[in-house]
């Protein structure tokens, strides 16, 4: 079945949505919609509502709660899980299964490219972009990083979040908060690896991953 063409914010309540049925059982109410993504109005939830239902991504039924997810949608949801990584052993690899908390139901259309796992964040060095102490951050696995990208990367034992800082034959870490220093990496001194992309973030009090 050909998918809908959705505009970004669109996206974005279709995925408060998603989560909340995979969380509620139920669909959100418009003023639950509005709360959890910041709209300025229950008007503004309703329009997008409406625009979801024109375009087949929700189906509406005659009742308070009257939304449902199309089966295609609803079984896409389902049949999509990410491994939740918690704190990671030392010298283990990230998807080792001592690392790994729990499953967790996710739309793979939310994050590009494509979520391979999720990472719980400890600590507030990416505080300045968004990224919370507990938060749990979408990551593609990938050995290689451009410049300037948010990465996960792991230093000897020690597995961090951090943007990547290439200049010629230098590598740094640095963090998104004053209160930390940048990481110098000594590749002679130290074993450095690029475990993968941060591609979004998932806030536990929160029912929608917000965008990059």
């Not at 709209?39 to 375009?55: F, G, I, M, P």
């Not at 220093?181 to 991953?209: K, N, T």
């Amino acid at each position: 079945m050909q998918q809908p063409t959705l505009t970004p914010n669109q996206q974005r309540v279709l995925a408060c949505i998603e989560a909340w049925f995979e969380r509620n059982g139920r669909a959100p109410t418009l003023r639950e919609i509005s709360q959890n993504l910041g709209l300025a109005s229950h008007t503004s939830a309703q329009d997008y509502v409406e625009a979801l239902v024109r375009k087949g991504a929700l189906e509406r039924l005659p009742h308070h709660r009257g939304l449902r997810l199309p089966h295609h949608r609803s079984r896409a949801l389902a049949a999509t899980s990410l491994p939740l990584v918690g704190r990671v052993a030392a010298g283990s690899p990230i998807l080792a299964a001592e690392n790994v908390e729990a499953q967790h139901t996710v739309d793979p259309d939310l994050f590009r490219p494509r979520a391979d796992y999720l990472l719980r964040v400890s600590g507030l060095s990416m505080r300045d972009v968004g990224i919370l102490d507990g938060d749990l951050i979408a990551v593609h696995r990938s050995a290689h990083a451009d410049h300037g990208r948010i990465v996960v990367a792991r230093i000897d034992d020690d597995v961090t979040v951090k943007r990547l800082d290439l200049r010629g034959e230098r590598i740094r870490l640095l963090p998104a908060n004053p209160d930390f220093a940048p990481i110098e990496v000594d590749a002679e001194r130290h074993a450095f690896a690029i475990e993968g992309l941060y591609v979004g973030l998932i806030r536990p009090d929160s029912s929608f991953p917000p965008r990059r």
